[in-house]
């Protein structure tokens, strides 16, 4: 079946430092990926997507490329922030069909002043 | 324009009981997914909603059931409550035709069950 992994938590980084949030997956077929974000408290905000081989998806200064030869969509941002704070989880949709999502575990990042 | 709307936010309720909680889709989108979300854990899916039929359905027991409305909205049911079902639990909305700009999730309503 279908699955994400992604590395343990809490990442703490320093104001301005790069991130790195690794991601790899199991799936048949080319799968849609996303990065999903929690900030406490709240639900889930989609963060970027990538739907197909070497797609890169990017937002707010966050970057992912989805690197089928890996099996690998790492989440990236060359400067954190306070507000980046968060927990990020990275997920999957199959290919066809209703398209449930599948998500890893949750990566907590820290980001101290 | 609204996003995905859940209520309640948060309730207790005892060993046994039976819930209902409720969710509104954002305006344009008439499928629903429920989501559980254990604490420090990632959400696993329950089941999807989409023309008022359940189309797909997670690992999740026949304790869990749920409802479509024809205005989209979507009902999840949990009968004889269990510890364990203690959780967040996330409803996200989407168009029927495909997932290129992903779920739209709602805030959740967090259940604890004593």
């Known amino acids: 079946g279908n699955s994400v992994t992604q590395m343990e938590g809490p990442v703490t980084l320093s104001e301005e430092a790069f991130l790195t949030i690794n991601c790899t997956y199991t799936a048949t077929g080319y799968p849609s990926l996303f990065w999903y974000v929690q900030y406490p408290g709240e639900g889930l905000q989609l963060l970027l997507k990538?739907?197909?081989?070497?797609d890169k998806g990017s937002n707010k200064g966050f970057e992912a490329t989805y690197r089928k030869e890996t099996t690998s969509f790492h989440l990236e941002k060359g400067s954190v922030q306070v507000s980046d704070s968060a927990v990020y989880f990275c997920?999957?949709?199959?290919?066809?069909?209703?398209?449930?999502?599948?998500f890893g575990s949750g990566t907590r990042l820290q980001v101290q002043p | 324009d609204a996003g995905v709307t859940q209520s309640p936010t948060h309730l207790i309720k005892t060993r046994g009981q039976q819930v209902t909680l409720r969710c509104s889709p954002k305006s344009g989108h008439d499928t629903v997914s429920w989501y559980q979300q254990a604490l420090g854990q990632g959400p696993q899916f329950i089941f999807q909603y989409y023309e008022e039929e359940e189309r797909q359905r997670g690992n999740f027991p026949d304790r869990f059931s749920g409802h479509q409305f024809p205005n989209y909205s979507s009902e999840l049911n949990v009968n004889a409550l269990l510890l364990g079902d203690s959780a967040l639990y996330l409803c996200?909305?989407?168009?029927?035709?495909?997932?290129?700009?992903?779920?739209?999730f709602g805030s959740g309503t967090r259940l604890t069950v004593v």
């Open positions: 997920a999957l949709s199959p290919p066809t069909g209703r398209r449930a999502l599948t």
């Open positions: 990538a739907t197909k081989a070497d």
């Open positions: 996200a909305s989407s168009l029927s035709q495909g997932l290129t700009n992903g779920y739209t």
